[in-house]
């Protein structure tokens, strides 16, 4: 099993390493599950099943014309849960894929779910308004999308993934291997899941959500973070869910992930009891 088929035929592809309870990490966007190997690696290596899949539109899945929404991305989420037999399982987002979690916890009661983490998540809401002064201008996500239509590789290269990982003029924390790779992660979905998929996690208000979080959760934020900035996110979403836990990383980007990989791996096996 490589993939599974969603509710509306959607296929999914899966990576399952290791045995022991499931921790099941959602990628963020434009990227794929390839980008968590190195904390399954550790998952697996300690004791877990560590299980990751490609967003429907991105990397090896299907790239369906629909579906975008988060109520069909958590819909989809929870087909993969029952396909792996992924019970008492700890559901951890990054990013986009904060928002798949947040849903499956209101639409599907955490069915299944013992704990949850949010990774540099873009939850509980990204725009700026009235009710949401430190939120992102709406200018923003529209040049990103111009941007991904004009020349979507270039903008991808050389503007969207330095701030990503928090790359400068003077120093990187990152090579441009590292660059490059990520582009070409991104480059494997399609143009229409990119763009749909961008309106989503930017317009779709999870503070309706937080409530449905009853179990522990873990919120990992950088402060650096220019891509989700930490004050409407990550701080907003510890102010707004019961049992959660905030750890901020001082001075780290959105893709912490790899620039703080090791310290990320650690605090997710402390949190899961290892």
């Not at 529209?142 to 969207?160: E, K, S, V, W």
């Not at 907003?236 to 990989?261: F, K, R």
């Amino acid at each position: 099993m490589p993939y599974v088929k969603t509710r509306d035929g959607t296929d999914i592809y899966v990576k399952d390493w290791g045995e022991g309870r499931p921790v099941v990490l959602l990628h963020g966007w434009p990227l794929s599950a390839d980008m968590w190997d190195p904390q399954m690696m550790a998952l697996a290596e300690a004791g877990f099943r560590a299980i990751a899949y490609d967003r429907r539109g991105f990397g090896r899945s299907g790239q369906p014309w629909s579906g975008y929404d988060y109520d069909t991305l958590s819909d989809d989420l929870a087909d993969v849960l029952e396909a792996t037999g992924a019970e008492d399982a700890a559901i951890i987002g990054f990013s986009m894929g904060g928002g798949e979690v947040a849903r499956y916890m209101s639409r599907h009661d955490g069915k299944g779910v013992i704990a949850a983490g949010l990774i540099a998540s873009v939850v509980p809401y990204m725009p700026k308004t009235d009710d949401n002064p430190q939120g992102t201008d709406q200018s923003v996500f529209d040049q990103i999308g111009q941007n991904l239509r004009d020349d979507r590789a270039n903008f991808l290269r050389h503007t969207f993934f330095k701030q990503f990982f928090g790359v400068g003029y003077l120093t990187s924390p990152v090579s441009d291997d590292v660059l490059d790779w990520a582009t070409s992660v991104a480059m494997q979905a399609g143009l229409k899941p990119t763009l749909a998929c961008a309106e989503a996690f930017s317009q779709t208000d999870f503070r309706p959500d937080l409530p449905a979080f009853r179990v522990p959760t873990l919120i990992v934020h950088g402060t650096g973070d220019q891509t989700v900035p930490i004050d409407p996110a990550g701080r907003a979403a510890a102010a707004g869910i019961a049992h959660s836990q905030l750890v901020e990383y001082d001075g780290a980007p959105h893709g912490l992930n790899v620039t703080h990989g090791d310290r990320l791996t650690s605090d997710l096996l402390t949190f899961l009891g290892r």
